[in-house]
Nanobody, 127 residues
Framework: QVQLVESGGGLVQAGGSLRLSCVASGRTFSGYVMAWFRQAPGKEREFVAAIRWSGGSTYYADSVKGRFTISTDNAKNTVFLQMNSLKPEDTAVYYC????????????????????WGQGTQVTVSS
């Protein structure tokens, strides 16, 4: 059974940094696309960043490009999201997601194709 467990959220001042982690278990993840999404109160879930587990190609939403970095530690089956220069508008629940068919198609930026989701971790940025 696939499990994704996020950690690393918290409260930070604007301009600060946080690093989110997502530990994946339950199967081999090579060939997957791993992604981070976020959802603020009253808003739809939105794409933040994605990475191909094999090869390491990365993809970012325009709103976080240059501030956030997605990476993996393959030995530990962990995906990271390093978030720098945080803004109040980054406040949201952040979710880790896995698309097991992602290796054979273009990276999807809508939530629907993602098969597995973590429970989410709250990130709050104060002004």
């Amino acid at each position: 059974q696939v499990q994704l467990v996020e950690s690393g959220g918290g409260l930070v001042q604007a301009g600060g940094s946080l690093r989110l982690s997502c530990v994946a278990s339950g199967r081999t993840f090579s060939g997957y696309v791993m992604a981070w999404f976020r959802q603020a109160p009253g808003k739809e879930r939105e794409f933040v960043a994605a990475i191909r587990w094999s090869g390491g190609s990365t993809y970012y939403a325009d709103s976080v490009k240059g501030r956030f970095t997605i990476s993996t530690d393959n030995a530990k089956n962990t995906v990271f999201l390093q978030m720098n220069s945080l803004k109040p508008e980054d406040t949201a629940v952040y979710y880790c997601a896995a698309d097991f068919r992602g290796g054979s198609r273009s990276v999807r930026r809508d939530p629907a194709p993602y098969d597995y989701w973590g429970q989410g971790t709250q990130v709050t940025v104060s002004s």
